[in-house]
Structures are given as structure tokens and as C-alpha cells.
């Protein structure tokens, strides 16, 4: 985008590898669009003529075709008028970047997922996948620095562009840089499981940024640690300064959108739904989650809670139902293929072990279905959070929005939410199967006017920073450095 096209203290770009836009191939060879939604796409929406062009990556081979055909831009009439350059980067590049590196290597380390007596192991498998990582940013970087008008600002997301704003800034040192960590942070002690010379590389990919942001403090902090640490940095407060250049750190806790979640959990489609489960279930009380079978969400060890939960408090026998949702997540990838197998078998062993005359304790769902998961929501008397590590964790803010009764809320204190919501929430270590069961039992029991004086405030909490307030936010404090 030229100078010319916009001002260049209002243009903003946007790096992420998932864009606003996906695409399916059909049988002819015609293209079907699908237009995502989330807070960059509302974020922008919102800038409107300021908007300048969204960077990310062919996903697929929809994406992939997209791309080629398209050029160096999407066609608006598919993306909402938004500007949008898909990156037709090479499949095998893509997939030691994003499989190989992002999420099997930089989320292990933030999510505390390595089994250290057997892994990782950085040898020879890593080098060259960490150089396709390499490419990849590089990718974005000249993207962008292609893209940007003299003095844009760049919002550049996620673990998987690292590297990119210290690339950009190498390329374009006009231009006001920031970076967002969706994920948590790792302490130094964990984050040095990484080569030596990686841990340094993804640091000062971040640094290159004006302004690195995070969902909380704690993941915020444990970045500032992992510079002095890692690098001898500096650091004063939140900011991080090495050789003699400093990079502010922010906190922008995402939460949710109560207008979208109020208007959509109430259409047709989901009283269907509801009314299916409410069948299901009967008049039980209910227990629920809804995650992606993604391991740090911990949804093997909440099957073990709720099955101590029916051990220790035989009184909820026949009286509760857990409805799980757990929707397939990364099944490219062996070990999340065999964790969701594992699910399935645990909660299968719950119900043989405990079902009776037409009660099946746990209703698991592993079809992913946006509307049934609402309905769930509605129905909820007790939400269950418990993931190992979460950068925040936006079921936990967005169920009590839409529950009809109000519902009280077991939260994980490693989820980034508790940051927020842990006043009203009843916070439990995940790894402790037996506390976990006495919370859940803590929750059933709670009267329902405590419930929904809990959920309300719980409500409040989780809608005080929409997705587009939390894009803008970020956009903000951006510009004012």
C-alpha cells in the first residue's frame, strides 16, 4: 500500500497465520470462501479506511489456490473488503514451521507440556526444521515490509511470527512495531530447555518490536525474566532494554463479547440443540466443558476429578451429568491423536463404571458444532476449567455470560483467567485430582442465590475488554510510544 493510499500516521497491518479468510476447493474447481470472525477481524472492521493490509498464510489447499490465483492480494468481495495477502508459502515449509517448530516445539515450552526424560531432543530433525521456521518469518517480514506505508503500525500475533519483528525492523526501521503472545510465558528455569541460540533468537525476534504485549502480568513478567535471564537485559518495570534499545511491554486481557454471544447463543439453531441435550440429560444438574482436545487443556485429568467427584460423593450419583465437549484439535500431529483417544476411553470407562438405569454420567461430544457448544453454555450449572497452562481462556469468561440459571465456575489457577476472575471463581491446582472433585462438589453444592450473584460478577469481569477494545487498546498504546 503506497503512502499516497492513506495517512502514514493511521495506516495499521496485521500479521497473524490464520487470516480473516479460508477457502474450500470443489469438485469443478471453484473456490468457496469462509470469512472468520474474532477480535483482529472486528478490530479492523473498526478502523475502517485506516485498515491497511492483514499478512498471513495459506493454510490449505484451498488457501494455497487462492493465493495463486489472486496474487498478491485476495479478492475484496471475499474478505470483506479488507485488504489481505495470503502467503503461498511452500506446504513442507509451512509444515516444519507451524507442526514442527510453533506447536511442537515454542508451545511445549509455554505450555509446560515436555515429558523431560525422553524429550525434546534438539538434534538434526530440529536444525532443519527450525531453519523452514526461519523462512517462514522471513516470509511475513518482506510481506510486510512490502506492504507498509513510511511509518504504519504493525500488529504482529503469536509465537508463530517470533522472529518477525526483529526481521521487520532490520528491513524497515520506520515503521512502529508491536507483538502479541497469545500463550503464556515460560519461567527462565523451563524456557531454557531451548538451545542456547534459539532461546536468544526468539527473545530478540520480540525485542525487534516497539512494544511486546501479553493477556496478563504473570506471562508478561516471566518474558521480562527470560531477557535478563537469557540475554542480561535490562529490565525496568514493563520495559526490557538491550544494547541500548528498549521494547515497552503491555497487558491487554482479551475477554468476551457479550453482544455477540448474547444475540447468537439465543437463534434457532441453538434452542434446537438445547432442547436435544436438555433430553439427554433430563433434570440433572450439569457439569460442563467445551475444549479442543489440545493437551494443556487437561480434559483427561477433569475426567479423573469427576469420576473421584462420583467416588468420594456417591449423594451425586444419577443426580449430575458432565457434559464434555471436546472437539479434535492438531490430529496431524500423533500424540494430540492419541490424546483424544484417551478422552474418549476415559470417559467411556466413567459410564460402564457408573451409568445406571437411563443416567449416563459423562455426555461426551467430539464433533465440533459452535452451536451446540452455546447451548451447552446455556445450560450450564457448573463450568469446568482446568487446563495445565492457558494464556487466558475464553470458555471460562464467555459461559457464565449466556447461562440461563447462572453457574458457578472451577477454574484452573494456571489459566490466565484467574488473573481476572479468581475472586468468584473456585480456583484449583490441575494436577490435583482430589481437590479438583472437592470443588466440583463445593460448586454443585452452592446455593443458587450465592450461584448467581458469582455469575453475574463473573460476567461483568469477562466482558470488561471486548475483542475490538482489545485490538484498539493494543493499536493505541502502539502509537503513543
Not at 515460560?186 to 516497539?210: H, N, S, T
Not at 460478577?457 to 502509537?479: E, K
Amino acid at each position: 500500500m503506497s503512502a499516497e493510499a492513506t495517512s502514514h500516521t493511521d495506516q495499521v497491518l496485521v500479521a497473524s497465520n490464520r487470516g480473516p479468510v479460508s477457502y474450500g476447493i470443489a469438485e469443478d474447481g471453484s473456490l468457496t470462501a469462509k470469512r472468520g470472525g474474532g477480535g483482529l477481524v472486528s478490530g479492523l472492521s473498526a478502523l475502517g479506511t485506516a485498515a491497511g493490509t492483514w499478512v498471513c498464510a495459506a493454510l490449505g489447499d484451498g488457501d494455497r489456490e487462492a493465493a495463486r490465483r489472486a496474487g498478491p492480494r485476495l479478492d475484496p468481495a471475499d474478505t470483506g473488503g479488507q485488504a489481505v495477502r495470503m502467503l503461498d508459502i511452500p506446504a513442507g515449509t509451512f509444515d516444519a514451521a507451524y507442526n514442527g517448530v510453533a506447536n511442537s516445539v515454542l508451545w511445549f515450552v509455554h505450555h509446560l507440556l515436555y515429558q523431560t526424560p525422553l524429550e525434546p531432543v534438539f538434534d538434526t530433525g530440529f536444525e532443519e526444521q527450525w531453519a523452514a521456521y526461519e523462512t517462514y518469518n522471513r516470509a511475513f517480514a518482506d510481506a510486510l515490509a512490502d506492504e507498509a506505508a513510511p511509518g504504519a503500525a504493525v500488529l504482529v500475533q503469536d509465537y508463530h511470527l517470533s522472529l518477525v519483528p526483529g526481521l521487520l525492523r532490520e528491513r524497515r526501521p520506520d515503521l512502529r512495531i508491536g507483538h502479541f503472545s497469545h500463550t503464556p510465558w515460560a519461567p527462565p528455569e523451563l524456557y531454557a530447555v531451548l538451545p542456547d541460540a534459539i532461546a536468544r533468537q526468539v527473545l530478540l525476534g520480540i525485542l525487534g518490536a516497539d512494544r511486546a504485549a501479553f493477556l496478563t502480568h504473570r506471562w508478561a513478567r516471566a518474558f521480562a525474566d527470560c531477557c535478563a535471564a537469557v540475554l542480561g537485559a535490562e529490565v525496568d518495570g514493563l520495559s526490557v532494554t538491550y544494547e541500548g534499545r528498549t521494547t515497552r511491554l503491555g497487558v491487554h486481557g482479551l475477554g468476551a463479547d457479550a453482544d455477540f454471544l448474547r444475540e447468537r447463543a439465543f437463534r434457532p439453531d441453538v434452542d434446537e440443540r438445547l432442547a436435544a441435550l436438555r433430553e439427554e440429560v433430563g433434570d440433572r444438574r450439569t457439569i460442563v466443558r467445551v475444549d479442543r482436545t489440545e493437551l494443556s487443556k487437561n480434559i483427561v485429568r477433569g475426567l479423573y476429578a469427576y469420576r473421584r467427584l462420583l467416588t468420594d460423593r456417591p449423594q451425586w450419583r444419577g443426580r449430575v451429568t458432565h457434559v464434555a465437549f471436546a472437539y479434535p484439535s492438531r490430529q496431524d500431529l500423533a500424540v494430540y491423536r492419541e490424546y483424544t483417544a484417551e478422552v474418549s476411553r476415559v470417559a467411556d470407562e466413567i459410564n460402564a463404571a457408573f451409568g445406571a438405569d437411563g443416567w449416563t454420567p459423562v455426555v461426551l461430544h467430539v464433533k465440533d458444532d459452535f452451536a451446540r457448544s452455546l447451548a451447552a453454555y446455556r445450560m450450564a450449572d457448573v463450568a469446568f476449567v482446568n487446563p495445565i497452562r492457558d494464556g487466558m481462556n475464553l470458555v471460562a469468561k464467555e459461559i457464565p455470560v449466556v447461562s440461563e440459571r447462572g453457574c458457578a465456575l472451577v477454574l484452573s489457577r494456571e489459566a490466565g483467567a484467574a488473573a481476572e476472575l479468581g475472586e468468584d471463581a473456585l480456583l484449583v491446582n490441575p494436577y490435583d485430582i482430589a481437590a479438583t472433585a472437592e470443588a466440583l462438589h463445593l460448586a454443585l453444592s452452592m446455593p443458587p442465590d450465592e450461584r448467581a450473584q458469582r455469575s453475574k460478577r463473573l460476567a461483568a469481569t469477562a466482558t470488561a475488554l471486548p475483542p475490538q477494545a482489545w485490538f484498539l487498546d493494543q493499536l493505541t498504546a502502539l502509537r503513543e510510544i
